[in-house]
């Protein structure tokens, strides 16, 4: 069991690091931040389903349908029949390179907060987040 204390420590600093290195995205060419959104969150994980992106983006159904016919249009994600019969949504090669161009964080910035610490401390941050993204992988197998 988590000690509450962690998780209390994990809400407070995260957004810290977050915020301290986020990108003011406003538009890209022509995609909006809900078109963004949508990106980002096909990018990730498993395939992604139409209805399970509208909840999860709390949006409607219909609403997620045009947003994805767009996005479809513009070629920026495809939609192929899954076993299950339903629509699976993915990224095209246009639209990896859509959400890598738009990742959110600033390099630069990210940058500045690293140079405030030595040598051994960078690399701790780096294994301490390395660490939390094996964790995150391990709990989506």
Known sequence: MVA????????????LLYFACHRHH?????????DLRILHHVGYGDPA????LARH???????M?????????????????????RKAIRLTEA???AIRSDDGLDGDSIAAVLDELD????RRVV??????????????A
Not at 49 to 52: L, S
Not at 57 to 63: D, E, N, P
Not at 127 to 140: M, N, P, S
């Open 4 to 15: 509450p204390e962690r998780i209390e420590a994990v809400k407070r600093l995260y957004p």
């Open 26 to 34: 406003g538009r890209r060419d022509h995609l909006t931040e809900r």
């Open 49 to 52: 389903f139409a209805t399970g």
């Open 57 to 63: 983006l709390g949006v409607s159904r219909s609403t």
């Open 65 to 85: 349908s045009a947003a994805l016919a767009s996005l479809e249009a513009g070629g920026l994600v495809e939609r192929t029949e899954s076993p299950s019969r």
């Open 95 to 97: 639209g990896s390179e």
């Open 119 to 122: 040598e051994d401390d960078q």
């Open 127 to 140: 294994e301490g987040l390395e660490l939390i993204a094996r964790a995150i992988e391990r709990r989506r």
